[in-house]
């Protein structure tokens, strides 16, 4: 299975529609791009391997696997990136601003059924990063 994240960058976040096979999976929103500094910066476009993860603060969710110089970059609920994130991406239902959006755990929960399916038939998930 492959994910494409098309992203847009703004200074306050990143925005992104996230798709596969041609269908909107739901939106994104990240912190804004400053040259992949650790916990304040979005990660570099690319393509990155998933894989579930599970920890006590999100649960059951999502890891980027063998981001360039960076470590534990989720894939997690979160509806504003400045305030929530350090380098994660979240998905949510709607957009409301640059970095900002609505509904996430609703979206997340759509976006981990999907790759949670495919993972849990041996399928590889790839996320392809760009803008």
Same mark, same amino acid.
């Given at each position: ?7 847009k960058?703004?200074?306050?976040g ?10 909107l999976?739901?939106?994104t929103?990240e912190?804004?791009?400053?040259e992949n500094?650790?916990r304040?910066s979005?990660?570099?476009e690319?393509?990155?391997f +998933?894989?579930k993860?599970?920890? =006590?603060k *999100?649960?059951?969710h999502?890891e @980027? $696997?063998?981001v360039?110089n960076? &470590?534990?970059i ?7 990136a400045?305030?929530e994130?350090?380098g ?6 709607k957009l409301s601003?640059?970095? +900002?959006?609505l509904?996430?755990? =609703?979206? *997340?929960?759509?976006?981990?059924s @999907? $790759?949670?399916?495919?993972?849990d &038939?041996?399928e ?5 990063v760009?803008?």
């Amino acid at each position: 299975m492959v994910l494409i994240l098309f992203r847009k960058y703004f200074p306050d976040g990143t925005n992104g529609k996230l798709e596969c096979e041609g269908k909107l999976i739901c939106n994104t929103i990240e912190l804004p791009w400053k040259e992949n500094e650790k916990r304040i910066s979005c990660i570099p476009e690319g393509e990155y391997f +998933l894989r579930k993860r599970y920890s =006590k603060k *999100f649960d059951w969710h999502l890891e @980027l $696997v063998a981001v360039e110089n960076r &470590s534990l970059i989720l894939i997690h609920p979160a509806n504003n990136a400045l305030r929530e994130l350090n380098g994660c991406i979240a998905p949510v239902t709607k957009l409301s601003g640059p970095g +900002l959006g609505l509904q996430s755990r =609703k979206a *997340f929960a759509k976006l981990k059924s @999907l $790759v949670y399916g495919a993972l849990d &038939s041996a399928e590889k998930v790839k996320i392809i990063v760009q803008s």
